[in-house]
């Protein structure tokens, strides 16, 4: 009830008319994001955060989450009409939707994958509001060595849960912690890895390597390709949206199921693209017609829309609870905190609870004015795409130079950008995945500190890690989930034994 | 379905050619990659070491940490090197076309010319020139529309950052000319 209460307060921080106009023109800019090809979500936001500088750290984060929550509903309208997905995690929902379009059911399609997106937000927004104070006030009594402990959990699990090569990971995260080590050493004040370079004293900010990373790379990328599209145009009326809402009631298990599968793989980092494709397999599996998925059933649209959605909001849950971000995007917003001073973790619910509850409020206010406004808007957006990507190409790459100096006023930076933009266009191609860099980047600092101060009251035993029962789970989980690989085909083996005996029996 | 429902059409008469030769393989650019980052693995654990990767009294040095960050990132990469030479299958994929480098290219070179203008002219005419000069010369748009283009967006940015929201971006000799 404690949560309700300080909940309504966020209600009441956030009912400004500004801060509800920033909310409408973080949606507007989101959704145009969401649908521009060589955008999306986490883009969006790094290149549109410098918009944010002037502003109070409360409007300025509603602002950015709301670009956040559009840029994920605009990726929809490009997967159902173009059959297009904006990102990752859009390639399940064209499988059912785009052949919905084709069937002339476009208005159908997009309802349902704006509402479940919708349902599935609401769903995690509601896990954060009364489980995010828990974690958080738990996480009060953690000392270094139980952030290390909770560093070396995250990085594990990308390591043994993702599903790029092992190696890859690891040199993407550690490149990440290296680079984040750049410049001052905050614990001696000694210059390190800077090589007599001006410039690398104020260390790499990884706010200009992710516009690199993804921004400019992701130009590079769209660029390369063909960029003819050949797709429909729709407009929702409020008839269709309707009957849409009417058969909601059927698909509830669906809709569950998949918010469920959102929500655990949005706290852990298993991500929105795991997330989507497993809310798509099971309602298949789970279907009385599997067969008539693939081929334009809306349940198909449901399934991995209300998961990616769920994961994509739950990844703020660690967040704003732990100073740990799930996802790539969530990483950026916690660097944009961290710009205007804040330090995400769990202090954050004590010392800013206006911020903290005004944010989750928003979580909510920003999903009920961004389902209305996608949905009267969709014409709008999807003619976005006429405009041709050479004209839209030049912008973005504007946008992000002015983005990268922006953060630290150096023309440096801009260099620096551009370096990583090829190195994301290389590494994009040859599967390096760019998420743990960026969570190391943005954790680095953080993560040796903790590690450092734990070494430094352990007199240098490692067994600090596994000296009580808390930090010992922990640090046990984090070796655990690195070695998942070979532990899930060890049980896998073990799995394939018993399954002939159980066939005899 | 009927034909009335493709409402939304758009061209690209400079789509790169599918039969166009690859100019690199996967396979080749794993293994190039593999070096650059153990060579800068073996640059960074060098300095990190010559900074301090030891104890002192003050518990680890500053060194310390990334010096073994250095370490798992060099046999990473080792790692990566061995699996790119052995890999048959990424050795045959091709990396990049002749036709989709040239595109890439004409993206890049653009790109890198605005960063060197954007120093010496300030960003906005670097701006202006990025997207006037793209519009006409890549996308092959009216003259009048890429310049008319062009000059908005730069206003609208010069707007938007330098007076409403006050983030100052870099300027050359026309801003200093009207005062700026």
Redesign the interface.
């Known amino acids: 009830m404690e949560a309700f209460g300080l909940l309504m307060h966020g209600f009441a921080v956030l009912l400004t008319w500004k801060t509800l106009l920033l909310m409408m023109v973080g949606l507007v800019l989101g959704i145009f994001v969401g649908v521009l090809p060589g955008l999306g979500g986490p883009n969006g936001v790094a290149i549109l955060l410098?918009?944010t500088?002037?502003m109070d750290p409360t409007s300025a984060i509603v602002m950015l989450s709301c670009i956040y929550w559009g840029a994920l509903f605009g990726g929809a309208i490009t997967s159902i009409?173009?059959n297009i997905p904006g990102e990752a995690w859009s390639v399940a929902t064209t499988f059912d939707g785009y052949p919905m379009?084709?069937?002339?059911k476009?208005a159908e399609a997009l309802t349902a994958a704006f509402t479940s997106s919708f349902i599935g937000s609401l769903v995690a927004v509601l896990l954060i509001t009364f489980l995010a104070p828990m974690i958080s006030s738990f996480a009060l009594k953690f000392g270094p060595p139980e952030f290390f402990a909770v560093y070396l959990l995250t990085f594990c699990s990308f390591v043994g849960l993702g599903r790029e090569?092992k190696?890859?990971t690891?040199?993407s995260m550690?490149?990440g912690?290296?680079l984040a080590?750049v410049g001052m050493?905050t614990?001696?004040g000694?210059?390190?890895?800077t090589?007599g370079s001006t410039d690398l004293l104020r260390g790499i900010n990884f706010l200009v390597a992710v516009i690199g990373l993804f921004g400019?790379s992701e130009?590079?990328l769209t660029?390369?390709?063909?960029?003819?599209?050949?797709?429909?145009?729709a407009a929702i009326s409020l008839r269709v949206v309707l009957s849409v809402w009417k058969d909601l009631p059927k698909y509830w298990v669906t809709l569950l199921r998949s918010s469920f599968i959102g929500c655990w793989l949005g706290i852990t980092p298993g991500g929105a693209i795991a997330a989507s494709f497993m809310g798509y397999n099971l309602a298949k599996r789970f279907s009385k017609d599997p067969d008539g998925f693939g081929k334009g059933r809306i349940e198909g649209v449901f399934a991995p829309e209300t998961a990616a959605h769920a994961s994509g909001t739950a990844a703020l849950l660690p967040m704003l609870a732990l100073g740990i971000p799930g996802s790539g995007t969530a990483a950026i917003l916690l660097g944009g905190l961290m710009v205007w001073g804040l330090n995400p973790g769990p202090l954050l619910f004590v010392e800013h609870k206006d911020f903290v509850w005004g944010l989750i409020a928003s979580m909510y206010l920003g999903n009920v004015v961004g389902l209305v406004l996608v949905l009267s808007t969709v014409p709008i957006f999807?003619?976005i795409?006429?405009v041709?990507?050479?004209?839209v190409?030049?912008?973005i790459?504007?946008?992000c130079?002015?983005g990268a100096?922006?953060i630290q006023?150096a023309?440096f930076d801009?260099?620096l950008m551009?370096g990583f933009?090829?190195v994301g266009?290389?590494?994009k191609?040859?599967g390096?995945p760019l998420a743990p860099f960026t969570l190391a980047l943005v954790l680095g600092s953080r993560a040796?500190d903790a590690?450092?101060l734990s070494?430094?009251g352990s007199g240098?035993d490692m067994k600090v890690f596994w000296s009580n029962g808390l930090v010992g789970s922990i640090s046990t989980l984090a070796i655990v989930l690195l070695f998942w690989p070979a532990i899930d085909k060890a049980f896998g083996g073990v799995t394939r034994l018993l399954r002939p005996a159980k066939t005899v029996s | 379905?009927?034909n009335t429902?493709?409402?939304?059409?758009?061209?690209?008469p400079t789509?790169?050619e599918a039969d166009s030769p690859a100019v690199a393989s996967?396979g080749v650019?794993?293994v190039v990659?593999s070096l650059l980052?153990l060579a800068?693995a073996l640059t960074?654990g060098w300095?990190?070491w010559r900074?301090?990767a030891a104890?002192d009294s003050?518990?680890?040095?500053?060194?310390?940490?990334?010096f073994y960050?250095?370490v798992?990132?060099g046999a990473?990469?080792l790692?990566?090197l061995a699996?790119a030479f052995l890999s048959r299958k990424e050795a045959s994929e091709t990396?990049?076309t002749r036709a989709?480098l040239r595109?890439?290219m004409?993206?890049?070179v653009?790109?890198?010319l605005?960063?060197l203008a954007?120093?010496f002219l300030g960003?906005y005419v670097a701006?202006f020139l990025?997207?006037a000069a793209?519009?006409r010369m890549?996308?092959?748009?009216a003259l009048w529309k890429s310049l008319l283009?062009a000059f908005v967006?730069?206003a609208v940015?010069f707007v938007?950052?330098d007076i409403a929201?006050?983030?100052?971006?870099?300027k050359g000799p026309l801003e200093a000319a009207f005062g700026y």
């Open positions: 410098p918009l500088f002037t009409l173009f379009a084709q069937q002339g476009a090569a190696h890859k690891v040199i550690s490149l912690l290296l080590g050493d614990v001696s000694q210059l390190r890895m090589f400019i130009i590079l660029m390369e390709e063909r960029l003819a599209l050949r797709g429909h145009a999807a003619s795409l006429r041709p990507f050479a004209a190409a030049p912008m790459v504007v946008s130079a002015i100096y922006a006023n023309m801009i260099w551009l933009g090829v266009y290389v590494f191609k040859i390096i040796e590690f450092r070494m430094i240098g | 379905m009927s429902d493709i409402e939304i059409v758009v061209e690209d789509a790169p996967t650019v794993e990659v980052l800068l960074l300095d990190n900074t301090g104890w003050t518990g680890p040095q500053a060194g310390y940490f990334p960050l250095s798992i990132l990473a990469s790692y990566g699996t990396f990049v989709q595109r890439v004409a993206v890049f653009p790109t890198l605005f960063c954007t120093q960003l701006s990025l997207i793209f519009m890549v996308g092959k748009i283009t967006f730069t940015m938007t950052f929201f006050d983030v100052i971006m870099p």
